[in-house]
């Protein structure tokens, strides 16, 4: 048997909000590398990502510079990953690609053309160019990796201990995408922007399907309310017990993804109850 193929993780953007808490909880919970990217300041983007942690964990990230207005800088980070985990002995195991930007129109007078192109550009087309350009680091049918009952993971100082067992790759979408389950109305550049990316999931996956069978997927993630800058606005009009944490809401997400079934999870949108978005 060839050796096993070693796991990596990304984590893109990772300077802040639901980004940061998801690298560090895969700092926290797995023994994997974990690349994580900001548009600038790595030093002081990567000392927040590890403030607190064990110093195993410094060993284990890599920063790298990646903005999703600027497909020449998705190209540059996927070079740069190439270099560090070669594609003969490593692929990618668990990517978590969450840029957010929100323009909340709440009639159509209110829609200004360069903000919903650039939610657009952000929310749907820098995730698009990151598949692009990343793709070609998941595994293929050929990779060697471990089967679900071998036993492999279970030892934590496993590489595959508490990543989802079949490759994942999750883009954060949001419950509002969903055309069936659009009600209120309003949001006009926010829900479209996520509404692609459910299309672009469910594309990709189509395409793993193919290039790795069972052995990756492509999923889209709805975190809830979360209390970060993208929410600020709307944080006194969110119950309680509605408005998360970016910490509690990285555990559920990937707590999710670590524990469905990959047939069941793969192609859709999942909340972090473990609930499936509608189309």
Not at 16 to 26: C, E, F, T
Not at 65 to 94: G, M, V, W
Not at 115 to 144: D, M
């Amino acid at each position: 048997m060839p050796p096993l193929s070693q796991p990596w993780a990304l984590v893109s953007p990772a300077s802040r909000g639901i980004g940061r808490a998801l690298a560090r909880h895969v700092l926290r919970t797995t023994k994997a590398p974990v690349v994580a990217t900001a548009r600038g300041d790595l030093e002081t983007a990567q000392d927040e990502i590890l403030e607190g942690l064990e110093s195993e964990a410094r060993e284990r990230l890599s920063m790298v510079e990646l903005n999703y207005l600027d497909e020449k800088t998705i190209e540059a980070a996927s070079k740069s990953c190439a270099e560090r985990f070669p594609q003969r002995s490593h692929h990618l195991h668990l990517a978590l690609v969450v840029p957010g930007l929100l323009f909340p129109e709440k009639a159509p007078a209110q829609i200004d053309a360069d903000n919903a192109l650039l939610t657009l550009q952000t929310n749907t087309l820098g995730p698009l160019l990151a598949v692009k350009h990343f793709a070609r680091h998941l595994p293929r049918k050929s990779t060697s990796m471990p089967t679900s009952d071998d036993g492999s993971g279970s030892d934590p100082a496993d590489a595959y201990a508490n990543l989802p067992r079949p490759a994942t790759w999750a883009t954060m979408s949001a419950r509002v995408g969903s055309i069936s389950d659009n009600r209120l109305g309003g949001w006009y550049s926010y829900r479209a922007s996520k509404a692609a990316v459910n299309q672009i999931t469910k594309t990709f996956d189509n395409h793993l399907r193919t290039q790795a069978g069972d052995k990756a997927v492509a999923v889209a993630m709805h975190p809830g309310t979360v209390r970060t800058g993208l929410s600020r606005d709307f944080w006194d009009s969110v119950a309680k017990e509605k408005l998360f944490e970016a910490d509690w809401v990285a555990e559920r997400l990937v707590g999710v993804l670590k524990d469905g079934k990959s047939e069941k999870l793969r192609g859709k949108c999942w909340d972090w109850k473990g609930d499936e978005v509608p189309p």
